[in-house]
């Protein structure tokens, strides 16, 4: 396993909006989201900052006495994610009507990509130098690879809930919040090598 800092910021965006009426819960909250990528999709730049929206619902609240429905509830959620992490807080704080949902931190493609080889490298090495000493104990002089098998996986990439506390909605007079202050920790890429070999 290698370490490595995570270079990747997942953050999450959500809106919820209640009402009698689910057309008009529907609509408040598309407007909510069309307002929120007017102000993010300026502020977009690949590999920086990308947008994306997530998980649109509108469902009933039902009574707890007679199982009837007493209202509609929806919720959006709006997904900005890169390596720019003062330019993705930055633009979150911009946007009106959405609160931070959720953090998460983890390991961009390429960032994976220049640690992977590394891991893999001492993976097989570590394996060659067992299979070699597993041979001596036995009194052979060597061995011959059968088969084998190499996986990855990256751990460590644990997303954390923000809540109100962190991000509170905004104003009525639509002031800019703080932008949020993020700090990535590190993660592991793991590479396993395994397989069967012949004593000779």
Do not use: C, H
């Not at 002089?141 to 751990?155: A, W």
């Amino acid at each position: 396993s290698v370490e490595v800092a995570q270079d990747l910021l997942v953050l999450t965006l959500s809106a919820t909006e209640e009402g009698s009426n689910a057309a008009a819960v529907q609509k408040r909250l598309q407007q909510v989201v069309d307002a929120a990528l007017a102000t993010v999709r300026p502020q977009a730049q690949p590999g920086g900052m990308e947008v994306r929206t997530s998980g649109f619902n509108v469902f009933p609240r039902t009574t707890s006495k007679d199982g009837k429905i007493a209202g509609w509830q929806g919720r959006a959620q709006l997904v900005l994610q890169g390596k720019d992490f003062d330019r993705i807080t930055s633009t979150a704080a911009k946007v009106q009507g959405m609160q931070v949902g959720q953090v998460a931190f983890g390991l961009s493609k390429e960032g994976r990509a220049k640690v992977e080889g590394e891991a893999q490298q001492q993976a097989i090495d570590q394996f060659k130098a067992k299979a070699a000493s597993l041979a001596k104990a036995f009194g052979f002089t060597g061995y011959t690879l059968r088969e084998v098998s190499v996986n990855s996986n990256e751990v460590g990439m644990r997303p954390y809930m923000a809540g109100a506390m962190m991000k509170s909605s905004m104003a009525a007079d639509g002031a800019e919040s703080a932008p949020l202050a993020v700090e990535a920790g590190k993660t592991q890429v793991e590479v396993q090598v395994s397989g069967a070999v012949q004593l000779q």
